[in-house]
């Protein structure tokens, strides 16, 4: 989550995720291992295991924009920057690591507060993780790079291309939505996700510099997702850089709306363009 397993982006209020990972304590790992095999007829309907991380011998912890950001690189080659989805880590690259590394310097970083990354008393939003990556780019003294993104990190390829155009090569942005509503109603409802958030608060005590922090980091980026990202036509018709935005179904979250100006949609199958729903 190819790309990642499928998209973890989600719309809940605050409260909504707070009542959801309360939830969590009253069921066990062993009752969602039960419940999957009755619901997981499909494959995309199952939970696969995050890939274990790749050893590198080109990782740290850069000290910018007032946290602590980990990052991991690998390959060589032109650079590629990979961001995660909402309350993960890097280590959910792991499958897709080694065939971008075999022809680009792969990138790795744990958005603030996630994984191995701090964060700080400021709220979250979509700007100032975005800086997060420009900062990070300047410790690595990386002047450009081409981003590939999955839903919060897919945003955050797109707002890169807002305003750090200057950074940005191409942006390959996976579950993407520009607007609050462009988010599926009762996606927070689909027990795939639930055993998800369940195992993201297992790794965030894994890793965390701050391990018992889980609901307070939830409830804090909770607030930015109510709110953000909201983006004007006009903002987005403005973009110069390279983008393309990719979604799935059934499992995706994101509502699929229509298409701005000169962009067009492409719907594959087993490999192969099935239809462009634009222009047949």
């Not at 081409?146 to 955050?156: E, Y």
Request: proline content about 5%; hydrophobic content about 45%.
């Amino acid at each position: 989550m190819g790309v990642p397993f499928w998209n973890l982006r989600m719309k809940t209020t605050a409260n909504m995720v707070k009542r959801r990972l309360m939830r969590r304590f009253l069921l066990t790992p062993l009752l969602f291992l039960a419940a999957l095999p009755a619901l997981a007829a499909e494959r995309w309907e199952t939970l696969p295991s995050t890939p274990a991380p790749i050893a590198t011998d080109r990782s740290g912890e850069a000290q910018v924009n007032g946290i602590s950001i980990h990052y991991a690189i690998y390959g060589q080659g032109s650079p590629v920057i990979f961001l995660h989805g909402g309350l993960a880590n890097t280590d959910y690259w792991g499958d897709q690591v080694p065939a971008v590394a075999a022809h680009h310097t792969v990138i790795l970083m744990d958005s603030r507060g996630h994984g191995r990354s701090t964060r700080d008393a400021r709220p979250y939003g979509y700007d100032l993780m975005a800086d997060d990556v420009t900062a990070l780019m300047d410790s690595l003294k990386i002047a450009k790079a081409d981003i590939v993104g999955w839903s919060d990190g897919a945003i955050l390829g797109i707002d890169l291309a807002v305003r750090h155009k200057e950074r940005v090569g191409k942006v390959f942005a996976f579950a993407a939505n520009t607007v609050t509503s462009g988010v599926k109603d009762g996606v927070e409802k689909n027990p795939t996700f639930a055993a998800y958030i369940e195992r993201a608060g297992r790794e965030y005590a894994a890793h965390s510099a701050t391990p018992k922090d889980y609901d307070s980091f939830v409830d804090q980026i909770s607030k930015m997702w109510a709110d953000q990202p909201n983006w004007t036509d006009d903002q987005l018709k403005a973009i110069n850089t390279p983008v393309l935005v990719v979604d799935g179904d059934p499992i995706a979250d994101i509502a699929l709306i229509e298409n701005p100006e000169k962009n067009f949609l492409i719907i594959m199958k087993d490999g192969k363009i099935y239809k462009d729903a634009l222009h047949s």
